[in-house]
């Protein structure tokens, strides 16, 4: 399937919403050249509280209507849908490229200066065994707490930033990564780098936060580069964005979130 897709073709991107213009905008900055078609699943949205089974489902059905649009690689861009899909997509699709998401446990562990590494992660990230064998790999000597985000999704969904409700829902997740001394917290889930201000400011000096984007975005530079499926320098770039739920509410987010004024923005029915 898609061994066709040539340079020319659009990356696949994906998130239950959101979450993944925070990997969106790193891999912009990185590939202009690239076309990527987004897809928001919002209408399962927030997969972190659905069964790893249930978002490993609505996981295929999107990398299927990924391919029919001739997408020549896939980027997992949501950690929950990484914990409970790359690997059987991997297998499923062995001739398709697929760049995901894990928890950046190995940056942290590697800079934390105090050994105590926190990670917020939805649930599902936690459940899924790329979490527990990430941790096995590259937390040795280093203690490692996680802390499961609950309802953080779904403020930054409905475009709650910051404020005193987005204030006070972070310093319950942080008090328990506080109390435990960590001086290093993950950003285990795509969307959370969209309350970074706020969740450093609670933090305060001298706890480093971490956002895996940046690097899965020059992952997915080197997968293409690799297959000599890169967009030629000269090609125009630029995103078409699809969302399962309604899309006067994506085209509003994607204003909000990412500054574009007249996004090519649709609804597709998975
Ligand atoms: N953005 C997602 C992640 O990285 C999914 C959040 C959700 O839908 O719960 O995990």
Redesign the pocket.
């Known amino acids: 399937m898609n061994a066709a897709a040539g340079s020319a073709a659009p990356i696949g991107m994906f998130?239950?919403?959101v979450?993944?213009f925070s990997v969106l905008a790193q891999a912009r900055a990185l590939l202009p050249a690239e076309r990527i078609l987004y897809v928001a699943d919002q209408a399962w949205?927030?997969?972190?509280d659905r069964s790893l089974a249930s978002v490993r489902e609505r996981c295929f059905v999107i990398v299927e209507h990924l391919l029919g649009a001739g997408a020549k690689a896939i980027v997992v861009a949501?950690?929950?849908a990484s914990a409970a899909a790359l690997h059987q997509l991997r297998a499923a699709l062995p001739d398709i490229p697929f760049v995901g998401?894990e928890p950046a446990v190995k940056p942290a562990a590697a800079q934390s200066r105090g050994g105590v590494v926190g990670v917020l992660?939805?649930t599902a990230?936690f459940q899924g065994e790329l979490y527990g064998s990430v941790v096995d790999r590259h937390a040795s000597g280093v203690t490692v707490v996680q802390q499961a985000g609950l309802g953080l999704?779904e403020l930054i969904e409905a475009g709650m930033l910051e404020g005193p409700e987005v204030e006070a829902a972070i310093d319950a997740h942080l008090a328990p990564l506080i109390a435990a001394g960590v001086d290093t917290v993950v950003l285990g889930?795509?969307?959370y780098p969209f309350i970074a201000g706020v969740i450093r400011r609670r933090l305060g000096n001298g706890v480093q936060l971490i956002d895996p984007a940046g690097a899965v975005a020059r992952q997915l530079g080197r997968v293409l580069a690799g297959r000599a499926i890169a967009a030629s320098a000269d090609a125009g770039g630029g995103v078409a964005y699809r969302t399962s739920g309604n899309p006067d509410r994506l085209r509003h987010q994607i204003r909000m979130l990412v500054g574009e004024e007249s996004p090519d923005t649709g609804r597709i029915h998975l």
Request: proline share 5%; charged share 5%; hydrophobic share 25%.
């Open positions: 998130d239950s919403g979450g993944g949205a927030p997969y972190g949501c950690n929950a998401m992660a939805t990230t999704v889930c795509t969307h």
